[in-house]
């Protein structure tokens, strides 16, 4: 058995095993033909199947299909590929479903989306493909006198066959797999012609009813209005509008809201408290609605799922940068310009922090007046200093925030410095590590801030013992509170900080293992020794060079006769 210019042949032993010497007078008598035309050495004649007869006397042709099951199943496999090319081939634009759902209007008013209309129109052009090919077959088994044979049942039995190729090519808007589902469909469509093919679900009496979809945009609309309405002043606005007491206009566009489309049998139609909760309140509106009516922090503390992370167990697998305010204030002079005189005011002293998470070592800081470029970059080149005297390797990660980092020129040099750069959303503690570490190094341990009396609670706070006071000053401006801690000059706050942070480092690491036994992660060891002693293998050294070239502080100077330079008062 072999298949030879796409037809199914059969070798001259395997027809003679069946028919025996009635394959020599086929032969003989020239009825069936070698497709090779010759003979050839070790190549058996092939003969087609369908070549031998089969009329009433001689049924040849069914006593080799009953013989080789095979030949039925490919039979049936070319039948189905034939119909399948017949109807593609036969798949053409049709103009007039293409204007017919064009031009056609829902109750409602609204045009067919682009997506339903290419789908019925992809529905219009199949149909017609199956018209033109049941015409053509009927009218060659008319010629051939044949007509009493088709049937309409077997041939829409071998197009539902074809149905799941076709689809994967033309997407139509029905899913007739069946084969009375396309009889019937194909028979609705002869009598109605494009209007058999829209969904029932068009016109349906309850969607008139509600206009759900217009409904629901209205009430979301008025919901993430400026003034935040409550849900029973959405009510009475929508209420207002559809009797003709109020006009509700769409932002984005301008236009005005048709109030006949939210009329169904000349009555309006008036929604209730409930119906409006039940639209803010479902699953897909909610976090929507408290995105625009709050800020980011609310709707990621509300909506945002909890990630449970594992901090790397490795030193410097990822360094993390955050910024924030000291509590202790720094005193600061500066010249008057109209009396010319020097006052002293109390300013925020602003730190930025690079932790290692591993570790929670901080190996970078730097501190200004100014949240700025300027202060980032003092705490890399500190970074960086701090790094190169304890001979340690250049962070695997940086893990950064948006709003001082991403879309400045602060951005290349930082992924020139790291292997993998992370940006954080603001304001969201949960994700960034360095966060964190500031809360533990102001409120954890012996040498924590809080028990220097560095620090204390903030006046808003809800636990009672991070609560703090604050004592209101009365005076002309009412807005001034008085300072719990005393403020120094800028130089002491900065040297009070670091030490701080050089006697926490000092202090044994915190992190567990197991938080039911109470296990160790770095048994005896303090967070200084575990940023040393612990260091990731994948870390690159440090290439001063490069840091240099991203990091350094330039100056402009020019080459002396060729052979030095002139940089800070001093000769290289």
Known sequence: ?????DKLCLTADEIWSVLGSNFNTLLSRG??????????????????????????KNRYRDELYNAYPELTDWKKLQEEREYKNAILRNIVPDPGAEKFFAEYKKPSGQPLTDVERIQYANSAKILNA???????????????????????????????????EVVKEYKPSFNCFSWRRLQQLYADYGNNNYGALLSGSIGNQ???????????QIVLSIYCSKDKPFVSDITTYYNEFVLGTREIY??????????????HNGEPITISDGLVWNIINDPLNRKVVDRLRNDFHYNQNR?????????PYFSLSKVSFDDRDLVRKAVITRRNKVTGREERYEATVHAYYAFDVASGVCVGSAYSLKKDVKLVEDCMRNMWANLRSLNLCQPYEFEVENHLIKGTELENRFRNSCMELTFCA?????????EHDIKDKKWYGFQSEVKRGMAHGRHYAKHEAYLHSRE????????????????MEFDRVVAEDRAQMAAWHNEPHPRLKDKKTGEKRYPGMTRMAVLMMKQNKQCAPLNWRILCKDWGISRSTSVERGRSVTIDYREW
């Open 31 to 56: 009825r069936v033909k070698n497709l090779l035309g010759r003979a050839c050495y070790n190549r058996p004649a092939l003969y087609d199947v369908d070549e031998f007869p089969n009329n009433k």
């Open 206 to 216: 309850n969607k008139t009813k509600k206009q759900r979809k217009l409904i629901v």
């Open 1 to 5: 058995m072999e298949i030879y210019n």
């Open 130 to 164: 199956i018209r033109r090919v049941w015409e053509r077959m009927y009218s060659r088994h008319s010629a051939a006198g044949t007509v009493s044979k088709m049937r309409l049942g077997e041939f829409f039995q071998k197009m539902s066959g074809i149905m799941p």
């Open 472 to 487: 209101k000053v009365f005076d002309e401006m009412n807005d001034t509170y008085k300072n719990s801690l005393p403020a």
């Open 250 to 263: 769409n932002e984005n566009s301008g236009e005005v809201y048709n109030r006949a489309d939210f009329i």
């Open 303 to 311: 909506h945002n799922a909890d990630v449970q992370r594992e901090s």
């Open 426 to 434: 603001p304001m969201n503690s949960r994700q960034k590590r360095s």
